[in-house]
T-cell receptor
Framework: KAGVTQTPRYLIKTRGQQVTLSCSPI?????VSWYQQTPGQGLQFLFE???????NKGNFPGRFSGRQFSNSRSEMNVSTLELGDSALYLC?????????????FGPGTRLTVL | AQTVTQSQPEMSVQEAETVTLSCTYD???????LFWYKQPPSRQMILVIR??????QNATENRFSVNFQKAAKSFSLKISDSQLGDAAMYFC???????????FGKGTKLSVIP
C-alpha cells in the first residue's frame, strides 16, 4: 500500500506570493492533518480534515487555509507569504479520527520564502 | 491545553549500549495517548511507540520501551542495543482521546557513536 505522498517536495517563493501544497493520504484513510515544522517553533498543528470537513484548527492566522476533496486528498494554501512561513510542512493521515488509530506522516514539503 | 517538555536537546550513545530519552507532559484530559516519533535526516516522521494512558503496562516494541509514570506525568523512551540507524531526532507527543491533533515536544537529537 502506498504511503502518504506530498507534492511538491521543495518550493521556493517570494514574499507576498501565495502557495498551494498537496497531500494524498494512504488509500482508505479519511482523516488528514497538517503540521508546520520550524527550528524555532518546532512542530505545530495547523488543521485536520475528515470527510471534507475541517474539524480542528491550530493557532495560525487566516492566511493559512485548507480543504479536503471527496477522494480524501487535501490541499493547504498560504496567502501573502511571509519570511516566517519558511518551514517543512508535514501532512499525516489516519483511517478515521481519534488516535486509537495510527497516524502516518508524509515526507513533507520544504517551503522557502525569499 | 497540553504541553510536552523534552529537557534533553541532544544526547549520544555508544553503539550497542542503552539510552533513555526523557519527556514530561501536562494535560487536563482524563484519557489520552502518548507517542514517541523518530525523524531521521530524511525528515520522514516514523512512529516508534504508542502508549494509551489508561493502560498501566508499559508499551514495548522490540528494542524500544517506555517508562510511563502517570502520576508524575513522565513518559521516557528507552532504546536498547542502540544501532547506527537509531540516530535521529526523537519527538515526544500527546493527543487527547477525543482530539484530532498531536502536541509535540521540541525534540531530542540522538547521535549513535560507532
Amino acid at each position: 500500500k502506498a504511503g502518504v505522498t506530498q507534492t511538491p517536495r521543495y518550493l521556493i517563493k517570494t514574499r507576498g506570493q501565495q502557495v498551494t501544497l498537496s497531500c494524498s493520504p494512504i488509500s482508505g484513510h479519511r482523516s488528514v492533518s497538517w503540521y508546520q515544522q520550524t527550528p524555532g517553533q518546532g512542530l505545530q498543528f495547523l488543521f485536520e480534515y475528515f470527510s471534507e470537513t475541517q474539524r480542528n484548527k491550530g493557532n495560525f492566522p487566516g492566511r493559512f487555509s485548507g480543504r479536503q476533496f471527496s477522494n480524501s486528498r487535501s490541499e493547504m494554501n498560504v496567502s501573502t507569504l511571509e519570511l516566517g512561513d519558511s518551514a517543512l510542512y508535514l501532512c499525516a493521515s489516519m483511517i478515521a479520527g481519534g488516535f486509537n488509530n495510527e497516524q502516518f506522516f508524509g515526507p513533507g514539503t520544504r517551503l522557502t520564502v525569499l | 491545553a497540553q504541553t510536552v517538555t523534552q529537557s534533553q536537546p541532544e544526547m549520544s550513545v555508544q553503539e550497542a549500549e542503552t539510552v533513555t530519552l526523557s519527556c514530561t507532559y501536562d494535560t487536563s484530559e482524563s484519557d489520552y495517548y502518548l507517542f514517541w516519533y523518530k525523524q531521521p535526516p530524511s525528515r520522514q516522521m516514523i512512529l516508534v511507540i504508542r502508549q494509551e494512558a489508561y493502560k498501566q503496562q508499559n508499551a514495548t516494541e522490540n528494542r524500544f520501551s517506555v517508562n510511563f509514570q502517570k502520576a508524575a506525568k513522565s513518559f521516557s523512551l528507552k532504546i536498547s542495543d542502540s544501532q547506527l540507524g537509531d540516530a535521529a531526532m526523537y519527538f515526544c507527543a500527546i493527543a487527547g482521546a477525543g482530539s484530532y491533533q498531536l502536541t509535540f515536544g521540541k525534540g531530542t537529537k540522538l547521535s549513535v557513536i560507532p
